[in-house]
């Protein structure tokens, strides 16, 4: 085709939309202009309720599946800016969604990595989202495409837009293909449900949502994970007697349900004493107690309780939680309380392991921040060994990144007897004389 009759034809089909939205405008029949989420809005220069002049295409009710391809090759062949054409773009995709939603998809699939510069990266393009209700809507048809692998390469990027608009309407009907998805999709599923629930998503409770999640072998989804799904009042409905003797039963035939049960029991302990934790679950086997004590230390509102909750996960050999960041950040929230001293006494009584080190040097941290100077007589008392190397250590680490004294970071670092990581120590004293400059002494 010559250029001259492909601009012939590109003109006429631009007439075409042109006349169609006229008429709609006139007749008062044409569809209304879907309004962008905020993301879109930025993403096309918009600002909200407002459109370029000209800019907008009004479809009349009587288009079939050809008049919007038509159009759409129009848009593709025309001269605008890259924003000027994407919002031209939304303007007929969501309208042709009604008529005929896999070729309106196929369309935007061949335009989705089209980005406008300067916004936000979408990983879904910058169409893709227009078509959120009518997956919503039509869940069965989008997971049929999807599985079918309809658009080729382009199926993953429509998986994450079905998965976000059908999961927040009916996460029942997005829980019940968790089997379907890889482990990846599978995590941001059951975010998108958790997120459902919290919203109140219309006719589903936690109950009917759990119900189906359990349903899942352990592989897939394991006991903290189900957790979040946990309706609130399936346990604190349970008295604390008759869920002990549950778990107990559970240990030997359902590891995940016993662990679930454990975490329940936990919150339900956690305005106790780690003295009367332990004491309450003294006669359980030794991997659901370290559940239990691991919940009510996540869920514990009273700080001073928690010292002795990370002794009841040491007791029982849980080292992989008490190496976990929730253990740091509890134990920190605690010392930046008030209980500062008190979170460094304890952690000097810590046995000297590899999982514990990285606590340690965060549990003494926030006392040397505070107390910089007071500290020192706390730590030459401390007994000569591991722990007391590694306080003076993170002393002079304190002393140099948030005290700017170079001298008490001297001072701490020649207290250190074990001569290996006194080297070690001073290359974190180096590091930070090389990121500041620092020439002295």
Same mark, same amino acid.
């Given at each position: 085709?010559?250029?001259?009759?492909?601009?012939?034809?590109?003109?006429?089909?631009?007439?075409?939309?042109?006349?169609?939205?006229?008429?709609?405008?006139?007749?008062?029949?044409?569809?209304?202009?879907?309004?962008?989420?905020?993301?879109?809005?930025?993403?096309?220069?918009?600002?909200?309720?407002?459109? @370029? !002049?000209?800019?907008?295409?009004?479809?009349?009710?009587?288009?079939?599946?050809?008049?919007?391809?038509?159009?759409?090759?129009?848009?593709?062949?025309?001269?605008?800016?890259?924003?000027?054409?994407?919002? %031209?773009?939304?303007?007929?995709?969501?309208?042709?969604?009604?008529?005929?939603?896999?070729?309106?998809?196929?369309?935007? %699939?061949?335009?989705?990595?089209?980005?406008?510069?300067?916004?936000?990266?979408?990983?879904?393009?910058?169409?893709?989202?227009?078509?959120?209700?009518?997956?919503?809507?039509?869940?069965?048809?989008?997971?049929?495409?999807?599985?079918?692998?309809?658009?080729?390469?382009?199926?993953?990027?429509?998986?994450?837009?079905?998965?976000?608009?059908?999961?927040?309407?009916?996460?029942?009907?997005?829980? @019940?293909?968790? @089997?379907? =998805?890889?482990?990846?999709?599978?995590?941001?599923?059951?975010?998108?449900?958790?997120?459902?629930?919290?919203?109140?998503?219309?006719?589903?409770?936690?109950?009917? =949502?759990?119900?189906? =999640?359990?349903?899942? !072998?352990?592989?897939? =989804?394991?006991?903290?994970?189900?957790?979040?799904?946990?309706?609130?009042?399936?346990?604190?409905?349970?008295?604390?007697?008759? %869920?002990?003797?549950?778990?107990?039963?559970?240990?030997?035939?359902?590891?995940?349900?016993?662990?679930?049960?454990?975490?329940?029991?936990?919150?339900? %302990?956690?305005?106790?004493?780690?003295?009367?934790?332990?004491?309450?679950?003294?006669?359980?086997?030794? #991997?659901?107690?370290?559940?239990?004590?691991?919940?009510?230390?996540?869920?514990?509102?009273?700080?001073?309780?928690?010292?002795?909750? #990370?002794?009841?996960?040491?007791?029982?050999?849980?080292?992989?939680?008490?190496?976990?960041?929730?253990?740091?950040?509890?134990?920190?929230?605690?010392?930046?309380?008030?209980?500062?001293?008190?979170?460094?006494?304890?952690?000097?009584?810590?046995? #000297?392991?590899?999982?514990?080190?990285?606590?340690?040097?965060?549990?003494?941290?926030?006392?040397?921040?505070?107390?910089?100077?007071?500290?020192?007589?706390?730590?030459?008392?401390?007994?000569?060994?591991?722990?007391?190397?590694?306080?003076?250590?993170?002393?002079?680490?304190?002393?140099?990144?948030?005290?700017?004294?170079?001298?008490?970071?001297?001072?701490?670092?020649?207290?250190?007897?074990?001569?290996?990581?006194?080297?070690?120590?001073? @290359?974190?004293?180096?590091?930070?004389?090389?990121?500041?400059?620092?020439?002295?002494?």
């Amino acid at each position: 085709m010559s250029r001259r009759s492909q601009a012939i034809l590109v003109a006429s089909h631009l007439l075409l939309v042109v006349a169609g939205g006229w008429l709609a405008w006139q007749s008062g029949v044409g569809f209304s202009r879907p309004q962008p989420s905020a993301t879109k809005q930025a993403q096309t220069g918009q600002s909200p309720g407002r459109g @370029g !002049p000209g800019m907008a295409f009004f479809p009349t009710k009587e288009w079939h599946g050809s008049e919007y391809a038509r159009a759409w090759k129009a848009v593709c062949n025309g001269k605008y800016t890259t924003r000027e054409r994407v919002r %031209l773009q939304r303007d007929l995709l969501q309208p042709w969604a009604e008529v005929d939603l896999a070729a309106a998809i196929e369309a935007a %699939l061949g335009e989705a990595w089209d980005h406008d510069g300067g916004s936000d990266f979408d990983p879904c393009g910058p169409l893709l989202d227009v078509f959120s209700e009518a997956l919503a809507n039509h869940p069965q048809d989008g997971w049929d495409m999807i599985r079918g692998r309809q658009f080729g390469v382009g199926t993953g990027m429509l998986r994450r837009v079905w998965m976000e608009a059908v999961g927040l309407k009916d996460p029942l009907f997005l829980a @019940g293909r968790l @089997g379907e =998805l890889s482990w990846r999709d599978r995590e941001q599923a059951l975010a998108i449900c958790h997120t459902a629930i919290q919203n109140r998503s219309d006719g589903v409770t936690a109950d009917d =949502l759990f119900k189906v =999640l359990a349903g899942f !072998p352990e592989d897939w =989804l394991n006991a903290e994970q189900l957790m979040e799904f946990v309706p609130a009042q399936d346990g604190p409905a349970e008295e604390v007697a008759e %869920l002990k003797q549950e778990i107990i039963r559970l240990a030997n035939d359902d590891d995940r349900l016993a662990t679930l049960k454990a975490m329940l029991l936990g919150r339900r %302990l956690a305005g106790k004493t780690p003295a009367e934790i332990a004491g309450e679950i003294e006669a359980m086997p030794e #991997v659901v107690r370290a559940e239990v004590a691991w919940a009510a230390l996540k869920d514990t509102d009273n700080t001073e309780h928690i010292p002795g909750l #990370v002794d009841l996960l040491i007791a029982d050999g849980a080292w992989a939680k008490v190496e976990q960041r929730e253990t740091v950040q509890q134990l920190q929230k605690y010392a930046r309380g008030g209980g500062a001293k008190e979170v460094a006494e304890w952690a000097t009584t810590l046995p #000297v392991r590899t999982e514990t080190i990285e606590l340690f040097h965060r549990s003494v941290e926030p006392y040397f921040s505070e107390n910089l100077e007071n500290s020192r007589a706390w730590l030459v008392k401390i007994p000569r060994g591991v722990w007391r190397d590694r306080a003076f250590a993170e002393f002079s680490q304190v002393a140099l990144n948030v005290h700017h004294n170079s001298r008490a970071s001297r001072w701490a670092l020649e207290q250190i007897d074990d001569d290996d990581f006194k080297q070690e120590a001073e @290359g974190w004293r180096s590091q930070w004389e090389k990121r500041t400059g620092w020439a002295g002494n």
